[in-house]
Every structure is written in structure tokens, then in C-alpha cells.
């Protein structure tokens, strides 16, 4: 007995030598991308309306964003440019999809674009399996349809309820609805999952299966993109959740009570990824990004003090949250001021991974690293958008952009126009400077030109069968249901 012990106790300085040489699990990775969640919907962006205690427990625990941008005021151009790392533009998929077809008697015909993500792009999420990493896509999809263009045809393993639709049916089970198919005029019914329980809630289901997926993979590095369908419309949440916002007078909202439960919702959801993670034994050694697709929808929520809403290229309709928590490397409660997008999430989660950028695949997102540490600085950049499409979102015109610094320039195609915005000094955009700064607006608009010919944007161009009688927008549809 005593020869065993002494035996244990020699060996047991060899084994603590052996662990601390064994390689470290690549971090774990989880993007929660919020559907239509606006820039000031969170406690930490200044709400005293939504409730939101995980989010903004992330907040403190991780590096949070006051300049974050989606690459595109509507969702599924985002979607792809987070996935690949390039703008829409670029893509050439620039508006939701399955969109409609245009207004025939319009000014414009509008420029063409993919109906689903190109099974060409080395997807963020492929980039990543490459690399050992177990990948789940879990929740709205929107990028395409069968046969090629679903989550398991770009990257990921596991798929949970992404299809081709932007919206379920019903955010109750069995979440199903009924709605007119704009191209045939055909009714149809459309579920985002096959299974359930009576009174069951999307947000809460998915999170268990965001949590089941977490509980498989804990021995192996994971990436869980997890972009859950709300907030999206239907305005639909929690009766007990929706009293509760009903009893806040109405002065004092901020948006819909439905919506405000909605919110809700989804930081109960990141609470529980949360716990889960902790529990696991996880939670050092899992990087987590919080971030939304475009501006908040205009009957939802209050975007002030911002000009606009989702659909619209002010900063209402583009500006988003963005969270990101990088344990040991991001510096945990702090704020950055610097202007970044959609497309730099695939290099930052690729330095995260420890795997090598890939610079022909992400090639306008740049490695977020630097700002999260505090110790870096960005190389000098200028970002842009295009949109060469009509939609019925209130503010939203066909229109091109670039924001350098505090200066934004908005280059709009019908009506025809320029608007030089500082957003240093005018966040809200409520004076156009283009007389006092007639420099800086030819210098942007050089520059705008120059990506567009660059990226090969799509233009509009003149439309023989123009009528101007006819509202320039998308024909009259339950669009709303759809994107």
C-alpha cells in the first residue's frame, strides 16, 4: 500500500505537466442573429421600455458596439454577408428573397438579383467544419430552398427549422399559417418545424434545441449559428409577457406591448444558452456575437433617436446592436465607437477558431480582433450599401451609400438625389449638407462610384414601360409575412 502511494505521488507531477501541455479546445462559437431588432431595443442601447437583463449581462461580460451596421435594411442580403464575408453587392443578392416581381409601370426596373445563396461561397460555417468544428443552423434560414440552398447544402450539420421562409406561419404551434402566394395567387400553408406541443412558443423551442445541440457537442468545438425568427412579425408573444407591458401606460412605451414580450423572449433565450453554457463548463471558452439583421420594423418600435426603420438606408434602417464576448482576449464592459458591418464577422470568428483568413472568400469583412482587445486600432475604411429594388417599407427608396468616417452619403435613383449627412454632430440625419460641403459630397460620390464598378453592382435603368401614374413599389402583397 505504501509502495502504490509512493508510486501516485511521483506520477502526479508528470500528469499535471502532461495537462498543461495538452492543446486547448478551439473555442466554441454561437452568432445569435436577431430577426428585425432595432439598435436602441436593448437596456444596454439606452431602452427603459424592453427588458432585457442577459443581453445586457453579455454587455458587461463581453465588447459592445455603437457604430454596428447590417449590410442591408432588409434580411436576407445580411444573412448572406455574414456567411460569406462579402457585400451583398458583391453577391449580387441584394434584396429578401423570395421578393416579388416589381412594379412593371415603375420609373425603374430593378436590378437583378440571386434567389438563393450560391453553393460557390465557402460559407462561414463550412470554413469552420474544415476546421473540426460541429455546425448548427438553428431557426430562420431565408436564403433559399430545395434542392441546393438550405443550411445542410452550405456547411452545417444540423438544421432546425430553416427553410425558404422569412416569417412562421404562427409563432404558437403548431406554427403554421395561411397566406396567398403573390406569383400564382394560390393559397398555401407554410410551418417552420414539423413537431411540437400544444401552447409551445417558437423562441422557447428553438432554445431547447439550441441547448440540446449544446449538450451533444460539448466535447467537440461547435459553431451554432443561431438567428432566431423573432422579433419578425407576426406581432405575436406571451399572454402573461404581453400583460405585463400592457400595464406600462402608454407614454412610457417604447413599442408594442406584443412586441416588447417578443424582446423578451429572446433574452430569456441568450439567459438560457447562457446557463447552459456555464453549466457545461463552457462559458470560458466560447466566444458569443449578439447582433440583428436590420433596423427595427416601423409598426413594432420606436427607433428614435434615429431616422427611420427596417427597410429604409437612415440609420434607423441599417444601424443594428452588436455584442460580442471573446473570453481572454475581448476586453470584458467596454464600448467601441468603430464603424464595423455584417461581413466582418467571418474573419473575426475565423481568428476566434485559430484557422487561417481566408481573403478571396471574406473580402470585404476585416478581422475585428484589434478593437476588442483595446489595444488596436481598424485600418481606415469607408462601408457602403446598395439596393437597386423598391419596397413598401415607409422611408425606402432605391438607393446607394457610403458612410467614411462621421460623413454619410446617400445616393438615392427614384426620386433621383444626394443626401451628406455627419453623423457626429446629426445623428438623427436632419440636415443635408450637400450645399455647405459640395468637396466632400464629390469625394464620396467618386468613392461610391468607384465600389460599385469595383464589386459589379447591379444598376437600375430606365423603364420604356414607365407610367407615372403607378406607385413605384413591389405589387400590393402580405409582405409583411413573407420577408
Known amino acids: 500500500m505504501k509502495k502504490a502511494l509512493i508510486i501516485l505521488l511521483l506520477l502526479a507531477p508528470l500528469a499535471e505537466l502532461h495537462a498543461a501541455d495538452a492543446p486547448k479546445q478551439k473555442p466554441n462559437i454561437i452568432l ?5 431588432l432595432g439598435w436602441r431595443d436593448l437596456g444596454c442601447q439606452g431602452s427603459t421600455f424592453y427588458q432585457t437583463p442577459n443581453i445586457d449581462r453579455l454587455a458587461k461580460e463581453g465588447v459592445r458596439f455603437t457604430d454596428a451596421y447590417a449590410a442591408c435594411a432588409v434580411c436576407s442580403p445580411t444573412r448572406a454577408a455574414v456567411l460569406t464575408g462579402k457585400y451583398p453587392a458583391r453577391l449580387l443578392l441584394t434584396d429578401w428573397l423570395p421578393s416579388g416581381r416589381w412594379e412593371p409601370k ?20 463550412e470554413a469552420l467544419r474544415e476546421g473540426g468544428y460541429r455546425t448548427a443552423s438553428i431557426g430562420k434560414w431565408h436564403l433559399g430552398s430545395e434542392p441546393f440552398s438550405l443550411p445542410e447544402h452550405h456547411g452545417f450539420d444540423v438544421n432546425i ?64 449559428y443561431f438567428p432566431h425568427y423573432g422579433v419578425h412579425t407576426p406581432l405575436q408573444a406571451k399572454a402573461d409577457m404581453i400583460a405585463k407591458y400592457e400595464r406600462i401606460p402608454e407614454a412610457e412605451r417604447q413599442g408594442k406591448p406584443e412586441y416588447a414580450a417578443m424582446v423578451e423572449s429572446v433574452d430569456v433565450s441568450v439567459g438560457r444558452v447562457m446557463a447552459a453554457l456555464k453549466e457545461l463548463s463552457l462559458d470560458s471558452n466560447t466566444v458569443i456575437l449578439f447582433t440583428s439583421d436590420n433596423g427595427g420594423f416601423y409598426n413594432a418600435t420606436n427607433n428614435t433617436p434615429l431616422r427611420a426603420n427596417k427597410g429604409a438606408y437612415y440609420e434607423g434602417g441599417i444601424r443594428v446592436p452588436l455584442i460580442i464576448k471573446w473570453p481572454s482576449v475581448a476586453k470584458a464592459g467596454s464600448v467601441v465607437n468603430t464603424p464595423v458591418t455584417s461581413t466582418d464577422f467571418y474573419p473575426t470568428c475565423l481568428a476566434a477558431a485559430g484557422l487561417p483568413a481566408r481573403p478571396n472568400q471574406h473580402q470585404d469583412g476585416v ?31 432605391p438607393s446607394s451609400v457610403i458612410r467614411k468616417g462621421p460623413w454619410k452619403l446617400i445616393q438615392t435613383f427614384d426620386p433621383e438625389g444626394i443626401e451628406l449627412y455627419n453623423l457626429s454632430d446629426d445623428l438623427s440625419e436632419t440636415k443635408n449638407l450637400i450645399a455647405e460641403q459640395t468637396a466632400k459630397v464629390d469625394e464620396l460620390r467618386r468613392e461610391l462610384e468607384a465600389w460599385r464598378k469595383e464589386v459589379g453592382a447591379e444598376m437600375m435603368k430606365p423603364n420604356p ?19
Open 32 to 36: 445569435f442573429l436577431i430577426d428585425d
Open 106 to 125: 415603375a420609373k425603374l426596373r430593378e436590378g437583378r438579383f440571386l434567389r438563393g445563396l450560391p453553393v460557390e461561397e465557402i460559407t462561414l460555417a
Open 161 to 224: 427549422a430553416g427553410n425558404a421562409h422569412g416569417a412562421p406561419g404562427s409563432y404558437f404551434f403548431p406554427y403554421a399559417g395561411d397566406w396567398k402566394i403573390p406569383a400564382t395567387g394560390q393559397r398555401a400553408k407554410w410551418n417552420v418545424l414539423p413537431d411540437g406541443q400544444e401552447g409551445e412558443y417558437l423562441t422557447d423551442r428553438l432554445t431547447d434545441e439550441a441547448v440540446k445541440f449544446l449538450r451533444e457537442s460539448k466535447d467537440k468545438p461547435f459553431f451554432l
Open 367 to 397: 478581422n475585428l480582433q484589434s478593437v476588442l482587445t483595446g489595444e488596436g486600432s481598424l485600418p481606415a475604411r469607408s462601408l457602403f450599401w446598395h439596393y437597386p429594388h423598391y419596397n413598401e417599407h415607409p422611408s425606402s427608396v
Open 465 to 483: 414601360d414607365y407610367d407615372p401614374s403607378v406607385k413605384p413599389s413591389k405589387k400590393k402583397k402580405k409582405k409583411e409575412a413573407v420577408e
